[in-house]
């Protein structure tokens, strides 16, 4: 067979462009353009404090009561008016004893002492405590050394926090530390925002669901399971859109039911400019898509738009790019719009375990782990080796100029932790 003479493309227009990534949008521009555009979409309900964990406080928590709520005793020991002068000290012990809950309720005289138990509110006439192990007591009488101080092993009422304190802000997604301060200042119920509800759906042709039987060309569903599961480890509501072919009308009505039934939808694949990118090409069409070309390193594309009043994240399909662009871009976006406000991830300077050249213009995210105070990366950079993101325990940040790396630098090491996982 004869081979038909068809030339090679010419050289193209850009040949003399910057290398790729100059010229795109930084990831701190994007970010900025998220934070200043998106608005808090989650309503409020009140909650009791038995469910309030990793739910978002929609106003300033103020404290009902003091903590502690009168001076108490903060040993187990002996309690009496005033400081103990250097030297042996004997007080005879005054009849009874306060304990937590149950106070005593005389008057302590002046020169005498009184048993207390940890937690118990100071009787009258007791402004200090002697620790039990540190006392004799023998014929009605304690013996303790001086000098002690007055209002030692005390705690005063109020001292952690005053009723009429601000105790928690708005915006705070609820510890089970911030559970035990709401219950001891006095709060049986809080208001919260209402669980943003986030749609996940997958696009591709290739793509079948686990379990399935997987032909020739087909591959299993990656990133759904892995966005969902993400989502609730991030406080939001995980709403399985299934997965859509690359078929624009299977997408529109797919897009169409989520809008109606989530706050925000997160697809992954079709988000570039090919043949079958249909989720940029709907977006284009509805005239409501800002296609980003971010300097980063995976996930370049990430199309955003709006569907129906609804924002859609378009992530990149390869599940390298897809986690990472959730993970930058996605999260602090839905914590603003789910009340959170914009978090930023809280990353540590390590030293570097490897050496990495990187040239300038575009952002870098590595799948890393710490190991012995060091930051080691995965092997391979490719976006499609998902074993990377498993082997990973988090993200090393490399900045956008060039860089050359070598072992022992520091490197910003961001766990998937401080992404809220
Ligand atoms: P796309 O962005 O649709 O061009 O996809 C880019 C690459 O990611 C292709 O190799 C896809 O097969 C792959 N990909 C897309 N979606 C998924 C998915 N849900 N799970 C695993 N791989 C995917
Ligand atoms: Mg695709």
Redesign the pocket.
């Given at each position: 067979m004869t081979k038909p003479d068809i030339a090679p493309p010419p050289l193209r227009n850009d040949c003399f462009a910057l290398p790729a990534g100059v010229n795109w949008t930084p990831v701190e521009d994007a970010l900025s353009l998220l934070r200043d555009r998106l608005t808090v979409v989650a309503g409020v309900e009140t909650v009791p404090l038995a469910q309030a964990t990793g739910r978002i406080l929609a106003q300033e928590v103020i404290a009902q009561r003091s903590n502690p709520p009168q001076p108490n005793t903060a040993v187990d020991g002996y309690g009496f008016a005033g400081a103990a002068p250097d030297g042996p000290q004997v007080m005879p012990l005054h009849p009874g004893r306060a304990a937590a809950g149950i106070p005593f309720d005389g008057l302590v005289p002046a020169g005498h002492a009184l048993r207390v138990l940890t937690g118990a509110a100071l009787p009258a006439g007791v402004d200090t405590v002697i620790l039990e192990e540190d006392v004799t007591v023998q014929d009605g009488h304690i013996a303790f050394h001086g000098p002690l101080k007055r209002g030692a092993n005390t705690r005063k009422a109020g001292e952690d926090v005053a009723e009429g304190d601000a105790v928690l802000p708005a915006g705070r997604r609820l510890t089970p530390a911030d559970l035990a301060l709401l219950s001891a200042t006095g709060l049986a119920e809080v208001p919260v925002r209402k669980v943003l509800r986030v749609a996940v759906l997958?696009?591709?042709d290739?793509?079948v669901e686990p379990g399935e039987s997987a032909g020739p060309g087909q591959?299993y569903?990656?990133?759904?399971p892995m966005l969902l599961s993400l989502l609730e480890r991030m406080g939001f509501e995980a709403v399985d859109m299934d997965r859509v072919p690359d078929d624009r009308e299977a997408l529109r009505t797919c897009l169409n039911q989520a809008a109606e039934r989530t706050d925000v939808i997160l697809t992954?694949?079709?988000?570039?400019a090919?043949d079958e990118?249909h989720v940029s090409a709907l977006l284009r069409q509805a005239g409501a898509m800002q296609e980003w070309r971010i300097a980063l390193k995976p996930g370049r594309p990430l199309a955003l738009g709006m569907w129906d009043g609804t924002p859609v994240f378009g992530l990149?399909?390869?599940?390298v790019a897809a986690l990472v662009c959730t993970l930058i871009f996605a999260r602090p976006a839905l914590g603003l719009m789910a009340g959170e406000g914009w978090l930023e991830p809280q990353g540590f300077d390590l030293p570097a375990a490897f050496e990495k050249r990187k040239k300038p213009g575009r952002r870098e995210y590595l799948r890393a782990r710490m190991r012995d105070g060091r930051v080691e990366v995965f092997a391979s950079e490719g976006s499609?080796r998902i074993s990377g993101l498993s082997w990973a325990e988090g993200l090393v940040e490399i900045e956008d100029g060039a860089r050359h790396i070598q072992p022992g630098d520091l490197v910003r090491f961001i766990p998937y932790g401080s992404f809220g996982l």
């Open positions: 997958s696009t591709g290739e793509l591959i569903d990656a990133n759904r992954s694949g079709g988000a570039s090919g990118d990149p399909g390869n599940p499609g």
